[in-house]
């Protein structure tokens, strides 16, 4: 599922931010995926969009196994996005900080999603290889940038921000 799938519908789109430092590079990395939708190509989170009754973690916690093969331990919100676009629905956009309980089990191949998408496999990409402007979905960098800002100001807690 895409921030464009019942946009109609859902309430939100959630997805998760994964960090981690490359063991060999030693370059800051964030787990996203690539995905083709009606043939064109893209990069973001996993992450997916709310059903009926659901509060954007619990979109996140279900939905970002599917897309990165990868189960949540912990999950800390970031950043919000309200979108309000005239006739459609309101759609926030809610994006987390989150720790894997194993980073080694991100899912490498395509699979189908739906009948327009391709989930392609989830990967680790250094983080100002993301912050670039072909690196992400727009909402995406934004969501990043917020966070590496965060972290550089040390304007948020320790301990949130995993580090394997």
């Given at each position: 599922?895409?921030?464009?799938?019942?946009?109609?519908?859902?309430?939100?789109?959630?997805?998760?931010?994964?960090?981690?430092?490359?063991?060999?590079?030693?370059?800051?990395?964030?787990?996203?995926?690539?995905?083709?939708?009606?043939?064109?190509?893209?990069?973001?989170?996993?992450?997916?969009?709310?059903?009926?009754?659901?509060?954007?973690?619990?979109?996140?916690?279900?939905?970002?196994?599917?897309?990165?093969?990868?189960?949540?331990?912990?999950?800390?919100?970031?950043?919000?996005?309200?979108?309000?676009?005239?006739?459609?629905?309101?759609?926030?956009?809610?994006?987390?900080?989150?720790?894997?309980?194993?980073?080694?089990?991100?899912?490498?191949?395509w699979q189908a999603d739906g009948e327009e998408e391709q989930l392609g496999p989830s990967f680790w990409m250094p983080v100002d290889e993301a912050l670039s402007a072909d690196?992400?979905?727009?909402?995406?960098?934004?969501?990043?940038?917020?966070?590496?800002?965060?972290?550089?100001?040390?304007?948020?807690?320790?301990?949130?921000?995993?580090?394997?």
């Amino acid at each position: 599922m895409t921030e464009n799938d019942n946009f109609d519908t859902a309430r939100f789109f959630a997805a998760g931010i994964a960090l981690r430092l490359n063991p060999l590079t030693r370059i800051d990395e964030v787990l996203v995926l690539e995905y083709d939708r009606r043939g064109k190509r893209d990069r973001k989170f996993p992450g997916g969009n709310s059903e009926a009754g659901e509060s954007p973690e619990q979109a996140l916690r279900r939905e970002f196994p599917v897309e990165s093969g990868c189960q949540i331990s912990r999950a800390v919100e970031v950043f919000r996005k309200e979108l309000r676009t005239p006739g459609r629905a309101d759609h926030d956009q809610v994006f987390y900080v989150v720790e894997l309980v194993d980073p080694a089990e991100i899912r490498t191949t395509w699979q189908a999603d739906g009948e327009e998408e391709q989930l392609g496999p989830s990967f680790w990409m250094p983080v100002d290889e993301a912050l670039s402007a072909d690196g992400l979905f727009r909402s995406h960098r934004v969501a990043l940038q917020h966070l590496v800002n965060l972290v550089r100001s040390r304007s948020w807690f320790s301990g949130v921000v995993p580090t394997n």
